[in-house]
């Protein structure tokens, strides 16, 4: 395997230097396939070879090597390269020097690990969807890898629709009997006796407390829909039980919102437990409540733009054709301004409504991104959907920002710090 | 986002016929004025206002607190504006009113276990048994409470406290049953329902339903209940349970074998019922070869009488499932059995006519179209039937047959567009057959315009094929397509492969035409078609799809995949404004299957 790299490496080197050129992957309208660009930077980065991200030109173009075979892989994939010979780069570092823009080198593929049960469907989750639509490897683990210290072998962890308060998205009661849930709940229970855990509601806890260590250590967090909300609500239950009795066998603890240490969690503070078991929903962190009666419409979101040169962390999560784009539905969807700590870094926002869209954030030596919202391209998502085909939607601005995240890891770490 | 909602399971089943049963006995006992309200109130839930609707409601519970109409809807409603806790003084209060009422105990239950309150669950359970110690009904619905919020161990108590206050068994067997069933204690589980089945046929259907609930998850404990059931002396009916418990457990061969045993020895009655359910559950079980076994018995078992309304929804059964002789067998007992000229009869004869001829059994097909005619002159479907047989006619490479059916049924053109387009397509084949291309292409045209689905589809692609066509390949194609249709696929396609070089525009897309009918028949002829289509007609429309084929055919051989994936990857790259660029790409990465590494 690392001859046939190596092979691959040298064989780029070469072309690239008898080619004397590079290629530019355009990101702006242009572009033919935005998702599986991606794909193509990242497999330049996987065959050891390097690329550059030009933050704000042309939408976030990539530059990589000129190579027949970076040529080719482009053409498989769809995506659209432009040559460029050594006078127009000239031109085009001229451009991004004079203006808000910047290059971001990219060094090395990142190690991706998705957060997800066994045996779940990779259509259900977003992330797995764009990662294998774009071509980009990732490993799968659950509870048990997690609380065996694992994650620190990977560079990147994904977490979606998990709820981490251990109540199986308070699904349970509206839901008894049916074999899915029966399934979920088995296996949950089945790992919280493996591990020794009284109820699954301690094996969520102690699996928070897991990934906040691996943020703390250096680890790159992102977590969309339930995965959000109910990772801070587990961090900060640590001394409180939240969970109703359908998921340890006891009530919450009466006044259980007042017990929460809002010290331990990312994101969010001060917020007001939803207590009622029969209501999917678990806090007022989430402004849409989308399976309560007091359910908000969706808008649209806005990205903010930042100082590419200044801020190029937050510039690469916002990266962009479209600075508006249309909400979708979670579990969790958005998150109310009053409940954000002050140093969360909001990287989008639905103008004067009392929520945000996307949020980033520093903890201990890394970082954590929260994008709420189950699916960019499924806006309603009712399970039972057909899955989302991104042969659809090649060109899914939200999509983009889940794969801003992906490669956002790659970039060569001084250019990282903020 | 929102969940389907589940299937109803276990103990729920006594709730859901309770659930049933309740709306009409309580709008009976609801006067007229409170009615309407209800109903004003069920207006605006409707409407989205179930603010509004809650406040009628209440409204109505102030002046009758135990109105049970009210009160379901109230929770109803309630439920759905995620406020079940309002509802509890309103229950409290209509208990307090009507304490003898067990609906009102059963909601008051149901409320308290879905705000997660346990310990009033137990509460309330308790009062309730205290309040009717010898009645069932507040055991087995403190059970399901118990049940619902994960408690199954007290629930298991609950209902084994019922059954001793109610002088032992077979009391509440059906939702002990239960509760063994889905914590996987087989045996106890087969013990109970052994005991609902001895309680008589009043009880079979009930524990026929409990059976198929279980069927997916607990077939082992439906396994041992068919041992119980089914010994060596037993009576016939319980035979009969086991027989369909046997198909719910998926074991089709003890089933089919046990009801062989118990039909021999029951009488005419018995022997239908028995068919009936079997078939019944081999439907339900997804067990087709059963359940047309059953059928068979079925019509064996019933009198002549009753046989003709039986069996044409059988042979439709048959049919479904790709049998045709089964459905040709029990068409031809109705055709000879139904009073001639009745609607069955007449339907009978149409569907047996039209299997026959597509099981290319033309001669019998038609006799049945002359005597279908003798007896419907006037029928309207007759021209559509004529075509039918006329086209299996010239399947079996009868031209004249075909023909003569033609001149001797149709003295009009027929009118509906189905029967025209097939008749049409008869039409344009005998033309092309006779090198009449001017003719058949026309004739295939107007088939194209006045079919669906498949058969026009292969009526466009033979006009297109003509209207390009040289004189030899129009004559291959003919002799090509006459093989097809008799069957000889291997010599049709080879006609098409052997053509000698010449300048046509039809040349690629007559090879594709070639080649895809040999694929459907597995030929390996399919690769010298579509290798011909590629290396004669690079720059065709017709060679992304020759090279698309081609990859197929190498993924599906062992050790094929790596070929399979270069020819997409030359489809792509080669042609990239090909339309099948799209599908060679998502082919390519589920062969790649690169991600995930893990």
Known sequence: ??????TVALALGLARASAAQDLLVPMDATQSNHLRAYGLAYWVLKQDGSAEWLLNYRSGSFLLPDAPEIRREAALRGVRVEPVSGDGLAAIRAEIERSNMESVLLEKAPRIAVYTPPNSSPWDDAVTLALRYAGIEYEDLWDGEVLKGELPRFDWLHLHHEDFTGQYSKFYLTYAGAPWLADEVARNRDMAQTFGFENVPALKKAVAAKIREYVEGGGFLFAMCTATETLDLALAAAGADIAAAFADGDPMDPGASAKLDWSRSLAFQGAELVENPAVSAFSDIDGHQVNTPWRQPLGAFQLFDFSAKIDPVPAMLTQSHESVIEDFYGITTSFRRERLKPSVLVLAEEPAAPWVKYIHGNFGKGTWTFLGGHDPEDPQHVVGDPPTDLDLHPHSPGYRLILNNVLFPAAKKKQLRT | MARRRPRTASLAGCALWLGLALPVFAAAQTPFHERQRVLEAEARERAGDLAGAQRILQEVLTARPADLSAILMLERVSRSAGDLESVLPWIER????????????????????????????????????????????????????????????SALAILERGRRAAGGPPALAAELADLHAVQGRWALAAGEWMRVARQGPAFKALLIEKLRLHASTAAPGIRLLVDSLWRPGAPPELGALAAVAATYAGDEMRARQIAAEVLALVDSRARRELAESLAQAAREAGRPGLASWSYEQLLDAVPAAEWVPLALPIAQFHLSRGDTVAATAVLQRTVDRAPPGSPTHRSASALLLEVRAARGEGAEARALLEEYARRHPKDASLPRLAAVVAAAHLRAGDRRGAEKILERFLSAEPSDAKALGLLAAVRGRIALYEGKWDEARDALRLAASALTGVTRTEAIELVSLLEACTPNECRALAAALRAIEAGEVAEGAARVLVLPKEESGARPGL?????????????????????????????AAEAPAALLGLAEMAAAEPGGMARAQAMLERLILEYPGSALVPLARRRLEELRTRVPSS
């Not at chain 2, 080649?515 to 002829?525: C, D, E, I, K, N």
């Open chain 1, 1 to 6: 395997m690392r001859t046939a790299l190596l």
């Open chain 2, 511 to 539: 090879l594709l035409w070639a080649a895809r009918h040999a694929q459907a028949a597995r030929l390996p002829l399919a690769a010298p078609l579509l290798e011909a289509a590629l290396r004669d007609h690079p720059q």
């Open chain 2, 94 to 153: 209509a208990l307090a009113a009507a304490p003898e009422q067990a609906v009102l105990r059963q909601v008051h239950l149901r409320i308290l276990g879905d705000l997660g309150r346990t310990r009033e669950v137990g509460l309330a359970g308790a009062e309730w048994i205290r309040s009717a110690p010898r009645e069932l009904s507040p055991y087995r619905e403190f059970a399901l409470a118990l049940a619902r919020i994960g408690a199954r161990d």
